[in-house]
């Protein structure tokens, strides 16, 4: 069994930081990317950062210079510091991880976590 384990997220006030953690665990032989993603109320879910088991990152337009995605590879774990925070950032954010390898002998697969919220207002 794998599980994605999120935390970090709550309610701040704008122009403030959060750091948002997502800890994968279980059996994991290899994980290639893991990412962010959002969902505000009445709209669909939109990918914030994104980053490769090599370190490459893309992030949305609306993040840019906000947002660092990190990760740990000893540790299965991914991170978003989110700094500057608008109202407009208000959502639950998803962890995302691809082509999750369980052995060297399973074929991969994406998982999801439980989703975190993240509320910015004053």
């Known amino acids: 069994q794998v599980q994605l384990v999120e935390s970090g997220g709550g309610l701040v006030q704008p122009g403030g930081s959060l750091r948002l953690s997502c800890a994968a665990s279980?059996?994991?032989?290899?994980?290639?990317?893991m990412g962010w993603y959002r969902q505000a109320p009445g709209n669909q879910r939109e990918l914030v950062a994104i980053?490769?088991?090599?370190?490459?990152?893309n992030y949305a337009d609306s993040v840019k210079g906000r947002f660092t995605i990190s990760r740990d590879n000893a540790k299965n774990t991914v991170y978003l510091q989110m700094n500057s925070l608008k109202p407009e950032d208000t959502a639950v954010y998803y962890c995302n991880v691809q082509n999750l390898r369980r052995t060297y002998f399973h074929t991969g697969r994406d998982y999801w976590g439980q989703g975190t919220q993240v509320t910015v207002s004053s």
């Open positions: 980053i490769t088991s090599g370190g490459s990152t």
């Open positions: 279980g059996s994991i032989f290899s994980i290639n990317a």
